[in-house]
T-cell receptor
Framework: DSGVTQTPKHLITATGQRVTLRCSPR?????VYWYQQSLDQGLQFLIQ???????AKGNILERFSAQQFPDLHSELNLSSLELGDSALYFC?????????????FGPGTRLTVT | AQSVAQPEDQVNVAEGNPLTVKCTYSVSGNPYLFWYVQYPNRGLQFLLK????DNLVKGSYGFEAEFNKSQTSFHLKKPSALVSDSALYFC??????????????WGAGTKLIIKP
Protein backbone atom coordinates (compact mmCIF):
# COMPACT_ATOMS: atom_id res chain seq x y z
CA ASP A 1 0.00 0.00 0.00
CA SER A 2 1.54 3.28 -1.20
CA GLY A 3 -0.50 5.49 1.14
CA VAL A 4 -2.08 7.31 -1.80
CA THR A 5 -5.83 6.84 -2.09
CA GLN A 6 -8.02 7.44 -5.10
CA THR A 7 -11.79 7.41 -5.43
CA PRO A 8 -13.76 6.05 -7.10
CA LYS A 9 -12.07 2.84 -8.29
CA HIS A 10 -14.32 2.54 -11.30
CA LEU A 11 -16.47 5.05 -13.12
CA ILE A 12 -18.79 4.46 -16.04
CA THR A 13 -20.37 7.44 -17.71
CA ALA A 14 -21.71 8.64 -21.03
CA THR A 15 -20.20 10.89 -23.65
CA GLY A 16 -20.65 14.57 -22.96
CA GLN A 17 -20.78 14.12 -19.21
CA ARG A 18 -18.49 15.52 -16.52
CA VAL A 19 -16.77 13.56 -13.76
CA THR A 20 -14.51 14.33 -10.81
CA LEU A 21 -11.72 12.06 -9.66
CA ARG A 22 -10.34 12.44 -6.18
CA CYS A 23 -6.89 11.81 -4.76
CA SER A 24 -5.46 11.95 -1.26
CA PRO A 25 -1.64 12.01 -1.17
CA ARG A 26 0.58 10.23 1.32
CA UNK A 27 0.68 11.93 4.67
CA UNK A 28 3.16 14.79 4.49
CA UNK A 29 3.57 14.80 0.72
CA UNK A 30 3.12 18.23 -0.82
CA UNK A 31 3.27 17.35 -4.52
CA VAL A 32 0.47 15.65 -6.42
CA TYR A 33 0.72 14.43 -10.01
CA TRP A 34 -2.00 13.21 -12.34
CA TYR A 35 -1.39 10.67 -15.10
CA GLN A 36 -3.50 9.04 -17.79
CA GLN A 37 -2.73 5.49 -18.87
CA SER A 38 -4.32 4.14 -22.02
CA LEU A 39 -3.46 1.28 -24.35
CA ASP A 40 -2.70 3.48 -27.36
CA GLN A 41 -1.01 6.44 -25.61
CA GLY A 42 0.79 4.70 -22.77
CA LEU A 43 1.42 6.66 -19.59
CA GLN A 44 1.02 10.40 -20.02
CA PHE A 45 1.72 13.10 -17.48
CA LEU A 46 -1.21 15.50 -17.14
CA ILE A 47 -0.51 18.02 -14.41
CA GLN A 48 1.35 18.59 -11.14
CA UNK A 49 0.39 20.59 -8.08
CA UNK A 50 2.67 21.57 -5.24
CA UNK A 51 1.26 22.81 -1.95
CA UNK A 52 -1.90 24.06 -3.59
CA UNK A 53 -0.37 25.70 -6.64
CA UNK A 54 -0.10 24.41 -10.19
CA UNK A 55 3.53 23.54 -10.86
CA ALA A 56 3.74 21.87 -14.24
CA LYS A 57 1.45 20.99 -17.12
CA GLY A 58 1.89 18.10 -19.47
CA ASN A 59 -0.46 16.75 -22.11
CA ILE A 60 -3.63 17.88 -20.39
CA LEU A 61 -6.62 18.71 -22.59
CA GLU A 62 -8.48 21.98 -22.12
CA ARG A 63 -11.56 19.95 -21.17
CA PHE A 64 -9.64 18.69 -18.15
CA SER A 65 -8.79 20.70 -15.05
CA ALA A 66 -7.44 20.01 -11.61
CA GLN A 67 -6.92 21.64 -8.28
CA GLN A 68 -5.24 20.94 -4.97
CA PHE A 69 -7.02 21.97 -1.81
CA PRO A 70 -5.59 23.34 1.47
CA ASP A 71 -5.72 19.86 3.01
CA LEU A 72 -3.56 18.76 0.01
CA HIS A 73 -6.07 16.42 -1.54
CA SER A 74 -6.54 16.92 -5.26
CA GLU A 75 -9.36 16.58 -7.74
CA LEU A 76 -9.19 16.03 -11.49
CA ASN A 77 -12.23 17.25 -13.38
CA LEU A 78 -12.96 15.81 -16.81
CA SER A 79 -15.72 17.42 -18.85
CA SER A 80 -17.40 16.96 -22.23
CA LEU A 81 -16.21 13.39 -22.09
CA GLU A 82 -15.39 11.52 -25.27
CA LEU A 83 -14.95 7.81 -25.91
CA GLY A 84 -11.21 8.37 -26.20
CA ASP A 85 -11.05 9.59 -22.60
CA SER A 86 -11.61 6.05 -21.40
CA ALA A 87 -8.44 5.18 -19.49
CA LEU A 88 -6.85 4.55 -16.14
CA TYR A 89 -6.18 7.77 -14.27
CA PHE A 90 -3.45 7.67 -11.67
CA CYS A 91 -2.58 10.10 -8.98
CA UNK A 92 0.89 10.11 -7.46
CA UNK A 93 2.49 12.09 -4.68
CA UNK A 94 5.99 12.96 -3.59
CA UNK A 95 7.51 14.65 -0.62
CA UNK A 96 8.75 17.78 -2.30
CA UNK A 97 8.72 19.57 -5.59
CA UNK A 98 11.66 17.77 -7.09
CA UNK A 99 12.20 14.83 -9.36
CA UNK A 100 15.02 13.71 -7.11
CA UNK A 101 12.25 12.15 -5.06
CA UNK A 102 10.33 9.07 -6.08
CA UNK A 103 6.62 9.28 -6.72
CA UNK A 104 4.11 7.09 -4.91
CA PHE A 105 1.18 6.03 -7.03
CA GLY A 106 -2.39 5.39 -6.04
CA PRO A 107 -4.36 2.37 -7.30
CA GLY A 108 -5.99 4.40 -10.07
CA THR A 109 -9.51 5.20 -11.25
CA ARG A 110 -10.69 3.28 -14.29
CA LEU A 111 -12.92 5.55 -16.38
CA THR A 112 -15.13 4.05 -19.05
CA VAL A 113 -16.98 6.44 -21.34
CA THR A 114 -19.83 4.85 -23.30
CA ALA B 1 12.77 16.82 -26.91
CA GLN B 2 13.69 14.16 -24.43
CA SER B 3 12.57 10.62 -25.06
CA VAL B 4 12.71 7.15 -23.62
CA ALA B 5 12.70 3.91 -25.57
CA GLN B 6 12.01 0.44 -24.28
CA PRO B 7 12.76 -1.63 -27.37
CA GLU B 8 11.13 -4.85 -26.17
CA ASP B 9 7.38 -5.14 -25.66
CA GLN B 10 7.87 -8.39 -23.81
CA VAL B 11 10.75 -10.28 -22.22
CA ASN B 12 10.49 -13.97 -21.31
CA VAL B 13 12.89 -15.45 -18.78
CA ALA B 14 13.04 -18.78 -16.99
CA GLU B 15 12.90 -18.64 -13.20
CA GLY B 16 16.38 -18.54 -11.69
CA ASN B 17 17.97 -17.04 -14.80
CA PRO B 18 19.29 -13.48 -14.96
CA LEU B 19 17.00 -10.90 -16.51
CA THR B 20 17.57 -7.64 -18.35
CA VAL B 21 14.94 -5.09 -19.34
CA LYS B 22 16.34 -2.51 -21.73
CA CYS B 23 15.93 1.25 -21.71
CA THR B 24 17.62 3.91 -23.80
CA TYR B 25 17.09 7.62 -23.48
CA SER B 26 17.68 10.89 -25.24
CA VAL B 27 18.10 13.93 -23.04
CA SER B 28 19.90 17.23 -23.03
CA GLY B 29 21.89 17.83 -19.90
CA ASN B 30 22.34 15.39 -17.06
CA PRO B 31 19.72 12.66 -17.04
CA TYR B 32 17.48 11.81 -14.10
CA LEU B 33 16.40 8.21 -14.78
CA PHE B 34 13.86 6.02 -13.05
CA TRP B 35 12.44 2.50 -13.12
CA TYR B 36 8.93 1.70 -11.93
CA VAL B 37 7.02 -1.58 -11.87
CA GLN B 38 3.28 -2.11 -12.31
CA TYR B 39 1.62 -5.29 -11.12
CA PRO B 40 -1.80 -6.21 -12.56
CA ASN B 41 -4.59 -3.89 -11.42
CA ARG B 42 -2.19 -1.86 -9.29
CA GLY B 43 -0.53 1.51 -9.46
CA LEU B 44 3.12 1.93 -10.32
CA GLN B 45 5.78 1.28 -7.69
CA PHE B 46 9.19 2.91 -7.59
CA LEU B 47 12.13 0.53 -8.05
CA LEU B 48 15.22 2.71 -8.35
CA LYS B 49 16.65 5.92 -9.75
CA UNK B 50 19.85 7.39 -11.08
CA UNK B 51 20.53 11.06 -10.36
CA UNK B 52 24.30 11.18 -10.00
CA UNK B 53 27.17 9.13 -8.62
CA ASP B 54 27.84 5.41 -9.01
CA ASN B 55 26.74 4.06 -12.38
CA LEU B 56 25.38 0.89 -10.77
CA VAL B 57 22.21 1.64 -8.85
CA LYS B 58 20.62 -0.86 -6.49
CA GLY B 59 16.91 -0.82 -5.83
CA SER B 60 13.97 -2.71 -4.41
CA TYR B 61 13.32 -6.45 -4.69
CA GLY B 62 16.92 -7.23 -5.72
CA PHE B 63 16.82 -5.16 -8.89
CA GLU B 64 19.67 -3.01 -10.09
CA ALA B 65 20.30 -0.81 -13.10
CA GLU B 66 23.41 0.32 -14.87
CA PHE B 67 23.72 3.84 -16.18
CA ASN B 68 25.83 3.96 -19.33
CA LYS B 69 26.38 7.49 -20.54
CA SER B 70 28.17 6.60 -23.78
CA GLN B 71 25.39 4.23 -24.83
CA THR B 72 22.64 6.42 -23.31
CA SER B 73 21.20 3.35 -21.65
CA PHE B 74 19.77 2.49 -18.26
CA HIS B 75 19.04 -1.24 -18.36
CA LEU B 76 17.29 -2.94 -15.47
CA LYS B 77 18.81 -6.19 -14.25
CA LYS B 78 18.35 -8.92 -11.71
CA PRO B 79 20.75 -11.86 -11.20
CA SER B 80 18.07 -14.48 -10.55
CA ALA B 81 14.47 -14.01 -11.68
CA LEU B 82 11.44 -14.98 -9.60
CA VAL B 83 7.98 -15.83 -10.91
CA SER B 84 6.71 -12.96 -8.75
CA ASP B 85 8.81 -10.52 -10.82
CA SER B 86 6.31 -10.94 -13.66
CA ALA B 87 4.88 -7.47 -14.22
CA LEU B 88 5.00 -4.41 -16.46
CA TYR B 89 8.18 -2.35 -16.14
CA PHE B 90 8.48 1.32 -17.04
CA CYS B 91 11.57 3.42 -17.57
CA UNK B 92 11.24 7.20 -17.23
CA UNK B 93 13.42 10.25 -17.70
CA UNK B 94 12.99 13.76 -16.37
CA UNK B 95 12.31 16.36 -19.03
CA UNK B 96 12.61 20.09 -18.58
CA UNK B 97 9.53 22.07 -19.55
CA UNK B 98 9.62 25.54 -21.04
CA UNK B 99 8.69 27.23 -17.78
CA UNK B 100 11.66 25.74 -15.90
CA UNK B 101 9.56 22.98 -14.41
CA UNK B 102 9.85 19.30 -15.13
CA UNK B 103 7.85 16.27 -16.07
CA UNK B 104 8.61 12.60 -16.38
CA UNK B 105 8.66 11.12 -19.87
CA TRP B 106 7.72 7.46 -19.75
CA GLY B 107 8.71 4.54 -21.92
CA ALA B 108 5.98 2.36 -23.40
CA GLY B 109 6.61 -0.36 -20.85
CA THR B 110 8.03 -3.88 -21.09
CA LYS B 111 6.03 -6.89 -19.99
CA LEU B 112 8.28 -9.27 -18.10
CA ILE B 113 7.16 -12.89 -17.93
CA ILE B 114 9.04 -15.28 -15.68
CA LYS B 115 8.28 -18.94 -16.38
CA PRO B 116 8.64 -21.58 -13.65
Amino acid sequence: DSGVTQTPKHLITATGQRVTLRCSPRSGDLSVYWYQQSLDQGLQFLIQYYNGEERAKGNILERFSAQQFPDLHSELNLSSLELGDSALYFCASSALDSYSYEQYFGPGTRLTVT
Amino acid sequence: AQSVAQPEDQVNVAEGNPLTVKCTYSVSGNPYLFWYVQYPNRGLQFLLKYITGDNLVKGSYGFEAEFNKSQTSFHLKKPSALVSDSALYFCAVREALMDSNYQLIWGAGTKLIIKP
